[in-house]
């Protein structure tokens, strides 16, 4: 998997857009970025994935630019919920060497009323 | 669709007690399955991964191990458990050659060594 930089805590407002960036400069053709969400107690969660332009689902926006060396998890207008950390991976699972599956140091998101 | 389950969900343990934590995966057939683990405050740790029957990666060595006896089954073990072993244990499952590799979580494993 390609390593990903992504800041170590961001801080909001109800109501706020917000926009966690991810770095990913060693990106491979294959691979794709898929980011995660993980409350206290629980394990990480889907979130939305995306291989180039901008995906968008329920949850949250994913864009991506042409070069692909980063991509940003864009999530409209949060709620004290959306307090969690955010994990940016990037990979695919062509490879045997796509099993492993190590997780970053992820955002910890927090959001004020 | 596809479920993950792993029991149980808390269990406070002595120091030097042995350790069995049991995953399964259902709807789905030849998944890689994973252990991480998490302490307090801290981000998630490959412990074990396996991409078939009898196939076990070990990431984390030290004085935990992992089985898989059957496709859809992944069992974390240890021996004598450590004060360091405290934590918030994961199985997780993704489809072997899938785009994206997406990663799914059961629902976790507090343990307390005391």
């Known amino acids: 998997l390609a390593k990903t930089t992504q800041p170590i805590s961001m801080d909001s407002y109800e109501g706020q857009e917000v926009n966690i960036t991810c770095s990913h400069n060693?990106?491979?053709?294959?691979?794709?970025i898929t980011w995660y969400q993980q409350f206290p107690s629980q394990g990480p969660r889907f979130i939305i994935q995306g291989y180039k332009t901008k995906v968008t689902n329920e949850v949250a926006s994913l864009f991506i630019p042409a070069d692909r060396k980063s991509s940003t998890l864009s999530l409209p207008r949060v709620s004290l919920s959306d307090t969690a950390v955010y994990y940016c991976l990037v990979g695919d699972g062509l490879y045997s060497s796509a099993s492993k599956i190590i997780f970053g140091s992820g955002t910890r998101l927090s959001i004020r009323p | 669709s596809q479920t993950i389950h792993q029991w149980p969900a808390t269990l406070v343990q002595p120091v030097g007690s042995p350790l069995s934590l049991e995953c399964t995966v259902e709807g789905t057939s030849n998944p890689n399955l994973y252990w991480y683990r998490q302490a307090a405050g801290r981000g998630l740790q490959l412990l074990f991964y396996s991409v078939g029957i009898g196939q076990i990666s070990s990431e984390v060595p030290q004085n935990l191990s992992a089985s898989r006896p059957q496709d859809r089954q992944f069992i974390l073990s240890s021996k004598k458990l450590l004060l360091s072993d405290s934590g918030f244990y994961l199985c997780?499952?993704?489809?072997?050659?899938?785009?994206?590799?997406?990663?799914?979580f059961g629902e976790g494993s507090w343990l307390t060594v005391v």
């Open positions: 060693n990106i491979a053709t294959n691979d794709y």
């Open positions: 997780a499952w993704s489809v072997p050659g899938a785009y994206g590799n997406t990663i799914y």
